[in-house]
Structures are given as C-alpha cells and as structure tokens.
Nanobody, 118 residues
Framework: QVQLVESGGGLVQPGGSLRLSCTVS????????MGWYRQAPGKQREFVTD???????NYADSVKGRFTISRDNAKNTVYLQMNSLKPEDTAVYYC????????????WGQGTQVTVSS
C-alpha cells in the first residue's frame, strides 16, 4: 500500500494562489498515475488533474489555465499549483496514486483543506 502525505492547504483570498504537495512512500517511477481530486461540502469527490508516469496530463475544465500539476521525481512528490483561486475552489483536496492506469481506486492521502474566501 502506497502512503501519501499532503500539505499546503489553507485560507486564501479570491484571486490568490496556493501550492499543494503530495509525497509518496515509494519510488514515484513505480506509480503509473498520480492525481488530485477535491470534495466540497455536500458534493461528491471530483477529478481535478492527473499525470501519468510518462508525463501525460489531464485537467478538469473547471481548472484549466489556472491549476498546474507537476512532479519532482527526486523528492517523490507531486505538486498542484493553484492560481486565480475562486470561492468555488473551496474543498478538501486529496492526492491519489494508482500503480497502473487501469487500477480502480488506488491509494489516497488524508486530504488538505483549501478555503477561498475574503
């Protein structure tokens, strides 16, 4: 089981930025797909972005042009840079790791709260 530890959440004003980090307990090259999801109060968990071992990236339409996923292989860490934050980005953000792209579910971090409010 892969262990994931997230950090970087907090309170930010609309238009501000935050960077989330997700460090994994294994060599990140062994992970086929890493992603970020979020869950707002009263809503289902939703996809935000992911990155494959080969570097292919997908974004949800709601974050395209504002959020950027990246990976530091030496630190076994994936980042989520969030710019131009909006109140509707408020949610608990979760990191996910799947050993293969076809794997269902995978491993999850504990979540980190992001609140966008003035």
């Amino acid at each position: 089981q892969v262990q994931l530890v997230e950090s970087g959440g907090g309170l930010v004003q609309p238009g501000g930025s935050l960077r989330l980090s997700c460090t994994v307990s294994v060599n990140i090259f062994s992970i086929g797909l890493m992603g970020w999801y979020r869950q707002a109060p009263g809503k289902q968990r939703e996809f935000v972005t992911d990155i494959t071992r080969g570097g292919s990236i997908n974004y949800a339409d709601s974050v395209k042009g504002r959020f950027t996923i990246s990976r530091d292989n030496a630190k076994n860490t994936v980042y989520l840079q969030m710019n131009s934050l909006k109140p509707e980005d408020t949610a608990v953000y979760y990191c996910n790791a799947r050993m293969t792209i076809a794997e269902v579910g995978g491993s999850w971090g504990q979540g980190t709260q992001v609140t966008v409010s003035s």
